[in-house]
């Protein structure tokens, strides 16, 4: 068969930078051009097998966030998918749940066009398959890789054809389905968008902008224009500096709470009454005791960086914990190998099964309205999450290392004797004790190690965190 799409002389060394674990995703235009994603378009019809099995075109779904090389980027792929005999459904503007649940309802394969948290100057793609089921290294995007190199074979049928469709209306409708925040009391809430696609999907789905009635909210609205230029802040909320507008705000409306979401608002980050940041770790024991309550005895499904208040929260409950490493693939395939009902990450992702085990940053921050809306009046964020409030974290900590296996293996054969310690190797190192426990994990991209920490008070933290600190450095000198 003749060769059709694909670049043979195309730097592999490139495609290795752009083509990730779980996405697409690189410099515009150094890295990730018209022509990139117009291979990895063809490609991806290819490696799915997207076009129908009854010889039909078959079709792909495809949404953009707000970053101004959207458009030409889509209009490569949609080009890249058409020449293999493909249609393309546009549903345009959207987060990327939007995509997923896209995906989900239509039964199709998607791709968002999207860097998330990442600077202006990056885009890329997220792909699904039918049903919003992740594609990643092991699920597809390492024959996507291998295939844009040597070059997409030839279709020699009809081309696909390109629509429209607007899904936005049926999304909102969709998530007040899962969680109904009719019967809340009134609830004052601010929302930093942060310039990113909650500017579009928040007024959709909490307000009247998508047609449906008005809900007992008050939403005070921050950077809420489409720009993806960022002019006020990065859309990366797990950074503490991109929370500050946010927290006063709040302070300054007296809202009830605060909630920013991430570029494609994929992820939801919240704020208390007092403006303090709210752990995803907490986020993910209240839904989690939510989720329970609906299915008695369901598994959860938490990374190994969570706080131990997750699964002390599931036991109670009723439920079964289920840990698992870092990583929506990771999260997403066990909790179909478990049938769980629901899964938090520390990075602010949460994934539901009602919504096709994807991660979506609004149907959590629904979570956690509903919730406090249940409540008494008077009762405030603060109180309600207090007893989640049961240990002290140092945060993530990276430090820079010449060999991250070698300071690793240092940092386990000191603590491998201590009494009452054990350790796995899940993800990375955790080193656990009955009062504390630590994760040193390797970046997947830099020549980083990641330390998280946790304990039953902040001296024995710090204590811990110091050690291993000064072990890492100790081996990179």
Not at 98 to 105: K, N, P
Not at 257 to 276: K, N, S
Not at 376 to 384: N, R
Not at 387 to 413: C, F, K, L
Request: glycine share 10%; proline share 6%; hydrophobic share 40%.
């Amino acid at each position: 068969m003749a060769m059709g799409h694909g670049s043979p002389g195309r730097d592999p060394r490139v495609l290795d930078a752009v083509i990730k674990a779980y996405d697409v995703r690189g410099v515009v235009p150094d890295q990730f051009d018209a022509d990139l994603a117009r291979d990895v378009g063809a490609a991806f019809v290819e490696v799915l097998s997207a076009r129908s099995r009854d010889g039909g075109p078959g079709a792909v779904v495809v949404g953009q966030d707000m970053r101004p090389s959207g458009d030409d980027l889509v209009d490569a792929f949609a080009a890249g998918v058409t020449s293999q005999g493909c249609d393309i459904i546009r549903i345009g503007l959207a987060s990327t749940d939007g995509l997923y649940f896209a995906s989900g309802i239509l039964g199709l394969p998607g791709a968002m066009f999207t860097a998330s948290h990442n600077p202006a100057h990056y885009n890329g793609i997220k792909l699904c398959r039918a049903g919003a089921a992740p594609v990643g290294q092991d699920t597809g995007l390492r024959e996507i890789r291998r295939m844009v190199e040597t070059g997409v074979p030839a279709f020699d049928g009809a081309p696909g054809a390109v629509s429209a469709l607007d899904m936005l209306p049926r999304y909102a409708q969709h998530l007040r389905g899962l969680v109904d925040l009719r019967p809340s009391r009134p609830l004052r809430v601010v929302v930093d968008a942060g310039n990113g696609m909650s500017g579009l999907t928040v007024p959709a789905v909490l307000g009247t902008a998508a047609g449906l009635p008005a809900l007992p909210l008050e939403v005070i609205p921050l950077f809420f224009e489409l720009d993806g230029t960022f002019p006020n802040h990065e859309a990366n909320p797990i950074e503490p500096s991109n929370l500050r507008d946010l927290q006063r705000a709040a302070l300054d409306h007296g809202a009830d709470l605060g909630l920013a979401f991430d570029g494609d608002a994929d992820r939801c980050f919240v704020v208390d009454e007092t403006g303090r940041a709210v752990t995803p770790s907490a986020i993910t024991a209240l839904i989690a005791q939510r989720e329970l309550a609906k299915h008695p005895g369901a598994t959860i499904i938490y990374n190994c960086i969570s706080s131990r208040t997750v699964p002390e929260v599931i036991l109670e409950g009723g439920g079964t914990p289920e840990r698992t490493r870092v990583g929506h693939s990771f999260i997403k395939e066990r909790m179909v190998e478990t049938g769980a009902v629901f899964g938090g990450e520390h990075s602010g992702h949460f994934y539901f099964a009602d919504f096709w085990r994807a991660d979506s940053g609004m149907l959590a921050a629904m979570h956690v309205l509903a919730a406090l809306g249940e409540t008494p009046e008077g009762t405030t964020l603060s109180g309600m999450l207090a007893p989640y409030d049961r240990y002290v974290v140092s945060g993530e900590i990276n430090s820079e290392v010449s060999d991250p296996a070698q300071a690793t293996q240092r940092v386990a054969a000191e603590f491998a004797d201590r009494p009452g310690v054990t350790q796995d190797w899940l993800d990375g190192l955790t080193v656990a004790a009955p009062e504390w426990w630590f994760n040193l994990r390797p970046s997947n991209t830099e020549p980083l190690l990641r330390l998280n920490v946790e304990a039953r008070d902040a001296e024995m933290m710090a204590g811990i965190r110091d050690d291993v600190l000064a072990l890492v450095r100790e081996a990179n000198a």
